[in-house]
C-alpha cells in the first residue's frame, strides 16, 4: 500500500510545474522557430560560375543572373566555381571573382562558396594528385621478358566485337537496334556493326556477359558515330546484384553529330567473377547512332598511386616471396597520370641492370592502389589524407577574404562513388558510413576553429538512407549507412532527394524510426529542387506539398545543372504562394 508524504507531495507539484513550464517553453520556442521560418520561405539558387579571368563571358553572365534572381525575390547564392579552390593557389587572379562578388553584394544577396569537394574533387586535386583516393588491385600478373615486366591478360576476348559474326555473342535488347552490313557505314571498312535508329521511349542497348577476376582493371574500347542523336550514349558494367561498376555517358557534340570517335573506359572489377556489359542509350531518342570494334582487355597500373595508404607489394604468385621495389624492380610510378585520364598506354614496370633476383621468363604478381576515375570522370579525394585536411584549413581562411562568413560554408560531399578503399581508409573504420562520419566531423571541426560564426550546410545525398547512404554503392567498400551519425546538429541540410523527398525530409527532421542507427536530430533543411524539370511553378508546388507537416524547413534552393535560369521567377512565385498554405500547419 502506498502512503503519501506531504514534503514529497509539495516535491511532486513544484517539479510538475517546472516540467510543464519548460515543455511550455519548448513548444512556444518551437512554434516561433516554425512560424517565422514558415512566414516568409528563405530562397537561394544554386550558381555555378567559371571567374578564371580568361572567361571572357564573366562577369557579364553572373552578373545578368544575379539581378534576375534578386528581382525574383531571391536572397542567396550558392556560389560554386573553381576559384573557390583556386583563391588558396599562389598568383591566382582573382579580378572576377571580386566583381561578382561586389555586384551580388551590392543587391543586398548572401553568397555562400561550396568548399570540402570530396565527390568532385578535381579542383581540389590539382593542388596535390596524391590525395586522391585509390582503388586496391589484387594479383596482376606480369612475365619478366628481357628488361621489362610484361602484363599476362587474364581476359577472355569479346564474342564477335566487331560484329562480323551477325549478332553472335550478343543481346540486342530492343527492335530498333539492327545489324549493318554495309561496309560504307561501318567503322574501318568493315562488312557489319551495330546500328541504332529512333525509338519512343525503349532503351536500346548491345548486351554481353563478361567473365572477370576479382580486383583487377579492365579496359573496354569502341566506337561510335551518330547523326541528330538528342540523347548521351552511355556505357555500364553491372555486377550480378545490379550495382553499377561503370557508369559514363559520351556527351554529345553540339551539333548532335559525331564521325567514328574512340570510347575508352577503365573500370575495377571490385569483388565480381561475373559482369555484364551494356552499351546504348537507355531511353527513347531520335537520331541514328553506329557502334563498331568492341573490344575488353585487363590492363594494370594506369594512374597507380604512391602515398602512404597506397602500398605496392611485388612477389611470387606461387611462393608469395616478396621482391623489393627499388632492387629487384624499378620504382613503379605512372608518368602519364597527370589529372587522371580515363585511360592512357599504361606503364611499363622494369628490371634494374643489376641486383634484380627476378630471371626472364619468371612470373611475377603485383598488388597495387590505382585511382579509377568514375561518374563523369570524377575522382574523389581520400576521407583520411592529412594534406587535405591541411589544406581545407587553409582553404577555409583563404575564402573568408572573399565571401562574408555569416553567409556560411557549403560542403560540397555529393556522389561519392569511391571510398574506403585505400590502405590507410581501410584501416581507419570498418565501414565507409562511420569513415564518412569520422571525416565530416574533422572537416565540420576545421571549420569551426577558423569562421566559429559561419552556418554549416551539406548536401544531403551521401547522408540519406533513402538516396546514396546505403550498400553497395558504386566502388564504395562497404556500407555507407551511418554515416549521418556525424553531422553536426547545427548542420543546415541541403536536401536534393526530391524522388523520396517525404521520407528523406522526415530523416532529417528525426522523425524516421526505421533506420539504425536512428537519426534523432531535427536538422534545418533547405529544399534543393527544380533539377531542370522545364517548368519551375509545378517543381515548387510539388516540392512544398511533400514537406507539408514536417518542421525545420527554412526554404528552397533553385537548383539547374544546364544553366536554366529562366524558372527563376515562376518557380519563387509558386513557392511562395504554396508557403503561405504550409505555415498553417504550425
Excluded at 594479383?139 to 628488361?147: H, N, Y
Excluded at 598506354?345 to 634494374?352: C, D, G, L
Aim: hydrophobic share 40%; aromatic share 12%; proline share 5%.
Amino acid at each position: 500500500m502506498l502512503h503519501h508524504h506531504p514534503s514529497l507531495t509539495v516535491v511532486m507539484v513544484v517539479v510538475l510545474v517546472m516540467f510543464i513550464s519548460c515543455i511550455d517553453d519548448i513548444f512556444a520556442s518551437s512554434f516561433s522557430s516554425a512560424s517565422s521560418a514558415s512566414t516568409t520561405p528563405e530562397l537561394w539558387y544554386f550558381h555555378n560560375a567559371n571567374s578564371a579571368v580568361s572567361n571572357k563571358a564573366e562577369p557579364a553572365r553572373s552578373i545578368g543572373i544575379i539581378d534576375s534572381a534578386h528581382a525574383a525575390g531571391y536572397s542567396g547564392i550558392v556560389f560554386d566555381d573553381n576559384a573557390n579552390a583556386f583563391v588558396s593557389r599562389p598568383g591566382w587572379d582573382t579580378t572576377t571573382l571580386k566583381q561578382i562578388l561586389q555586384h551580388a553584394s551590392s543587391r543586398g544577396m548572401k553568397v555562400m562558396p561550396t568548399t570540402a569537394s570530396y565527390g568532385y574533387s578535381g579542383a581540389l586535386l590539382y593542388f596535390n594528385q596524391s590525395w586522391a583516393e585509390s582503388q586496391r588491385v589484387v594479383g596482376s600478373l606480369f612475365k619478366v621478358v628481357g628488361s621489362s615486366l610484361v602484363l599476362q591478360n587474364s581476359l577472355p576476348p569479346l564474342i564477335n566485337g566487331n560484329f562480323e559474326q551477325g549478332k553472335t555473342g550478343w543481346y540486342f535488347d530492343d527492335a530498333g537496334l539492327e545489324l549493318v552490313t554495309n561496309s560504307t557505314q561501318c567503322y574501318n571498312g568493315g562488312s557489319s556493326c551495330a546500328m541504332m535508329v529512333a525509338s519512343s521511349g525503349n532503351p536500346q542497348r548491345l548486351i554481353q556477359k563478361i567473365t572477370v577476376t576479382p580486383w583487377r582493371t579492365y579496359h573496354i574500347r569502341y566506337y561510335i558515330k551518330y547523326t541528330g542523336l538528342n540523347t548521351d550514349p552511355q556505357t555500364m558494367i553491372l555486377d550480378d546484384k545490379g550495382v553499377a561498376r561503370l557508369s559514363n555517358t559520351v556527351s554529345r557534340s553540339s551539333n548532335d553529330q559525331l564521325n567514328w570517335t574512340v570510347v575508352d573506359e577503365v573500370f575495377n572489377s571490385v569483388d565480381s567473377t561475373s559482369l555484364m556489359l551494356y552499351i546504348g542509350v537507355w531511353g527513347g531518342h531520335t537520331g541514328t547512332m553506329w557502334i563498331d570494334d568492341i573490344s575488353a582487355e585487363e590492363v594494370a597500373l594506369i594512374n597507380v598511386l604512391r602515398n602512404e595508404g597506397a602500398p605496392i607489394r611485388i612477389y611470387d604468385p606461387t611462393s608469395h616471396f616478396n621482391y623489393t621495389e627499388g632492387i629487384d624492380v624499378s620504382p613503379i610510378t605512372d608518368p602519364l597520370s597527370g589529372g587522371f585520364s580515363i585511360y592512357h598506354t599504361p606503364p611499363v614496370p622494369h628490371i634494374p641492370a643489376t641486383g634484380s633476383r627476378l630471371k626472364d621468363g619468371q612470373l611475377v604478381a603485383i598488388d597495387a592502389y590505382c585511382v579509377t576515375p568514375s561518374f563523369r570522370y570524377t575522382t574523389p579525394a581520400c576521407m583520411t589524407e592529412p594534406g587535405v585536411f591541411s589544406w581545407l584549413e587553409k582553404n577555409i581562411h583563404d575564402l573568408s577574404n572573399y565571401f562574408n562568413r555569416s553567409s556560411g560554408l557549403f560542403f560540397y560531399y555529393d556522389e561519392i562513388r569511391h571510398m574506403h578503399s585505400c590502405a590507410r581508409c581501410a584501416a581507419k573504420t570498418n565501414a565507409a558510413g562511420e569513415l564518412l562520419a569520422w571525416n565530416i566531423q574533422q572537416v565540420s571541426d576545421i571549420a569551426f576553429s577558423i569562421s566559429p560564426d559561419a552556418p554549416l550546410y551539406v548536401w544531403s545525398d551521401m547522408f540519406d538512407p533513402y538516396a546514396n547512404a546505403i550498400d553497395d554503392y558504386f566502388d564504395v567498400e562497404g556500407t555507407i549507412a551511418g554515416s549521418w551519425v556525424g553531422l553536426p546538429p547545427n548542420m543546415t541540410i541541403m536536401n536534393w532527394n526530391l524522388v523520396h523527398l517525404t521520407q528523406s525530409l522526415n530523416f532529417f527532421a528525426g522523425r524516421d524510426n526505421s533506420t539504425r542507427p536512428l537519426q534523432p536530430h531535427q536538422y534545418d533543411q533547405i529544399i534543393a529542387g527544380y533539377y531542370d524539370s522545364g517548368d519551375g511553378a509545378t517543381s515548387a508546388k510539388q516540392e512544398i506539398a511533400a514537406a507539408r507537416g514536417i518542421p525545420g524547413i527554412k526554404g528552397v534552393m533553385y537548383t539547374t545543372w544546364v544553366d536554366d535560369y529562366s524558372q527563376l521567377l515562376p518557380y519563387a512565385n509558386a513557392v511562395r504562394a504554396a508557403w503561405a498554405g504550409r505555415i498553417k500547419e504550425y
